[in-house]
């Protein structure tokens, strides 16, 4: 199974992962051939990837490090939950406990996988798909920073409704290419906003409440709304604001291309103990895939390879398989290196195969 830019898809390819609507319901189901005709439309749902089944991917181990099927269903509990929240209305909020409790649960399962990023999103989902993610990606830092079972649930909750505030930012600003001043200023009041909101709610306890608050301050006081700095912030907070850092660079948004896995480490290397925390920040990058399985790479040795699956504890030196020698040539002879063997050899970038 490898992922595969929309653009690249010709039609035929056997689809490896179902593709759903944002109500949770299957719109393709996995296993069926891409007819040509699904092309523009999945393109015109705001689909940028999918996952197909070929020869050049057979054997690729990818593993989301949460069940899809519990992906899904979070996301449209949070659009749910989301959409009907105001001011006022504030009751169905606590549903969402039931969510981050499922994503514990697989997360406690799963644990000794790398995170590999198999997320595909439509663009008109963002918040829900984020909130999901940085819900997981902070669940597992959290659990293998040793916490115990109730602070991870405080922070998977924290998480999965850190922006909420954004619901009470009128859309006009959210949605607006160029952002004024003043706008970025509207933006950053999400965090009070929903602060808020839930200050008074008592299923919801001081870490989730305090997530919300302060999960765009910085280790060195250039965040926002108080500017604290170091052990102002609490860990739960700071564990967030690296997993939503790390999701939005990741992931598309209106007018920035996404960044590549090992590009985001690079940046959270050069602000580790600036912006983010460095024992957490240290934690994270000990459990994400740099480069993803199914991923196109490029060696140092120019050939083309996919990266197979993962070695657990070098995140950054996969086994690939290479396709491509280095003049160009499609190998027919697959060949498959072991970067912890291969010491010479390492991935220079990832690229659309
Ligand atoms: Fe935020």
Redesign the pocket.
Known sequence: MRRLNIELVKGDEILARSIYTSTNNILLNKGVQIKKAYISKLKELGIEYIYVDDELSKGVELQDFIEEETREKSKSEVKNVLEKFSAQNKLELSTLVNSADEIIEDILYQKEILINITDIRRKDEYIYGHSVNVCALSVLVALKLGYNRKRVKDIAIGALL??LG?VLIPNEIINKDVLSEKDKEEIKK??IYGYEAVKDESWLSPVSKVVILT??ERVNGSGYPFGWEGEKVHDASKIVAIC?TFDALTTRRILNKPSKVYEVIEYFISQSGILFDEKILKCFINNIAVYPSGIGVLTNENEKGIVLKQNKDFPSRPIIRIIEDSSGNKVDDWREVDLTKALTTFITDTIEI
Do not use: E, F, P, R
Request: aromatic content about 0%; cysteine-free.
């Open positions: 850190h922006d954004k999400h965090v999960h765009h939503d």
